[in-house]
C-alpha cells in the first residue's frame, strides 16, 4: 500500500502521526509513507501543529516519524504539488490524504485523481469552528464516490490561488484557526480511511463537523454521470 | 382570493375571527383562541411582505420576499410549542446543512421557502443548493413526507 499525505499543517501534522501508528501495528505494515509539502514550520506553528524541529514540514515530519516508527518506510517530497509535480507524487492505486489550505489545490488534486484508474483520495479542511471532510474513491476507471468539485462549485471554480502563485504578503495573512478543529478534521479522515480503505464500505462520502454543536454528519453522495 | 395582513386580523373581534375561518374553510379553528386562528389563515391567506410575516426571517435579504404561508406553521409548531399536538402537523422531514440538523414540518412546502425560513437556525448559505434523497432539486420542488434534504454547504477551506 501507497499513502500520500499533502500538506502537513494543522490538519496533516496531526494526521500523520495516528496514521503511522495504526499503519505500524496493522496487517498495513509495511505500508510506504510519503509526506509533500513546500512550506516549513516556524515557531509561529506550534499553536496549532504538531512537529519537533524548524525545517521543510514533510522532511520533518518524516525525520520524526521514521525515529517514532522505525519499521516504517517514509519518504518526504518538499515541494507543493502543482500540474507539473502531481505526476510525481500520486501514482496509480495510490491512498491520498489532502491537508491543504486552499481550493485550487484541491481542485487539481482531484481533476488528475479522475485521470487515474485506480485511486483514493481523502480530503479534509476547516474554517474557524467547523469543516468537512470528502472521501474520493475511483475503481477499475470507474467513479465509486463523487469527486470533490461534484457537489462543491467552490472547488470546482476556486477564487484562491495555489501557496506557490501567493505573495509574501498573501503568505503572510492568516485565518484564524483552532487546533481542535484541525484535531477533528484529521480524526475524520482517519476514520474515513478505516471505512473506505480497510473496509471498503463507501455508501458515506463527505462529513461535515462542527465542534461548538459537537455533532458531525456522513452525508451519502451519489455520482453524477 | 383575499388575502389578509396580520394587523387587519388582529383588529378583528374573535367572533368575526371565527366566522371569518369557517368561511375560508379552515377546519378545526371556531373555538380556538384568536392568535391560534389568526395563524391559522396567515399560514393559507397571508400577504406576502406583510410587515409581521418580514419579522420573522430576520436578517432576511431585502429583495426576497418574505414568508407567509410557512411561518405560522412553524410558528406553531416551533415557538409556539405549548399549543395542543392537534394544531402542529404530524409530518416532519429531516432537514440538514453541514453539521447542522433537525427536523421540521415542511412536508408541501418548497425547498427555496424551507432554506429561506431555516437561514438562521440550519445556518444555511443563500446560495446553496437543495438536495432532496441525495439528488439536487430546484427550488420549486416540493418536499414529500419521507424526504430527506440537505443544503449543500460549501467545504472547509484551512486546514494548513
Known amino acids: 500500500m501507497n499513502i500520500v499525505i499533502i500538506g502537513l499543517g494543522g490538519i496533516g501534522s496531526i494526521l500523520c502521526e495516528r496514521l ?40 520533518v515530519k518524516a525525520a520524526d516519524l521514521k525515529m517514532q516508527f522505525s519499521g516504517m518506510n517514509v519518504s518526504s517530497f518538499p515541494a507543493f504539488v502543482n500540474e507539473t509535480t502531481l505526476a510525481q507524487v500520486i501514482k496509480e492505486g495510490d491512498i491520498v490524504f489532502m491537508c491543504v489550505d486552499n481550493h485550487k489545490t484541491r481542485m487539481l488534486v482531484s481533476n488528475y485523481c479522475r485521470n487515474l484508474t485506480n485511486v483514493t483520495l481523502i480530503s ?8 468537512n ?3 474520493y474513491v475511483r475503481k477499475q476507471g470507474t467513479d465509486i ?13 476556486p477564487d484562491d490561488k495555489l501557496p506557490e502563485e501567493m505573495s509574501c504578503e498573501e503568505l503572510a ?21 478505516y471505512n473506505a480503505v480497510v473496509k471498503e464500505q463507501y455508501e458515506k462520502s463527505e462529513i ?4 461548538t454543536k459537537m455533532t458531525s454528519i456522513a452525508q451519502t453522495r451519489i455520482v453524477k454521470n | 382570493m383575499a388575502r389578509y395582513k396580520r394587523e387587519t386580523l388582529e383588529g378583528k373581534t374573535v367572533k368575526d375571527l371565527r366566522t371569518l375561518v369557517v368561511k375560508l374553510g379552515i377546519p378545526g379553528y371556531t373555538k380556538r383562541p384568536k392568535d ?6 396567515m399560514a393559507k391567506y397571508g400577504v406576502v411582505g406583510s410587515p409581521s410575516s418580514a419579522a420573522i426571517v430576520k436578517d432576511g435579504p431585502a429583495q426576497v420576499p418574505p414568508l407567509t404561508g410557512i411561518e405560522a406553521t412553524f410558528q406553531s409548531s416551533i415557538t409556539k410549542p405549548s399549543l395542543q399536538k392537534r394544531d402542529r402537523l404530524s409530518t416532519t422531514i429531516q432537514v440538514s446543512c453541514g453539521a447542522s440538523a433537525g427536523r421540521f414540518p415542511v412536508a408541501g412546502q418548497k425547498v427555496a421557502v424551507v432554506g429561506e425560513f431555516l437561514r438562521e437556525v440550519l445556518n444555511v448559505d443563500k446560495l446553496s443548493t ?9 427550488g420549486d420542488y416540493i418536499l414529500k413526507a419521507g424526504d430527506n434534504l440537505e443544503f449543500l454547504k460549501p467545504a472547509g477551506k484551512k486546514g494548513c
Open chain 1, 124 to 131: 479534509g479542511g476547516n474554517d474557524l469552528i467547523d469543516g
Open chain 1, 208 to 211: 461535515y463537523f462542527d465542534i
Open chain 2, 130 to 138: 437543495g438536495m432532496v434523497n441525495g439528488k439536487e432539486v430546484d
Open chain 1, 145 to 157: 464516490t463523487p469527486d470533490l468539485c461534484s457537489y462543491h462549485p467552490e472547488i470546482a471554480n
Open chain 2, 36 to 41: 391560534t386562528i389568526i395563524d391559522a389563515i
Open chain 1, 20 to 59: 503511522a501508528r495504526y499503519l505500524t501495528y496493522s496487517a498495513e505494515r509495511g505500508t510506504n509513507l510519503l509526506l509533500v509539502d513546500g512550506d516549513s514550520y516556524e515557531a509561529k506553528n506550534f499553536e496549532r501543529q504538531d512537529f519537533t524541529t524548524m525545517g521543510n514540514k514533510a522532511e
Open chain 1, 133 to 135: 471532510v470528502q472521501i
Open chain 1, 173 to 193: 495573512q492568516s485565518v484564524p484557526q483552532l487546533y481542535f478543529a484541525n484535531l477533528t478534521a484529521a480524526t475524520i479522515m482517519c476514520q474515513a480511511f
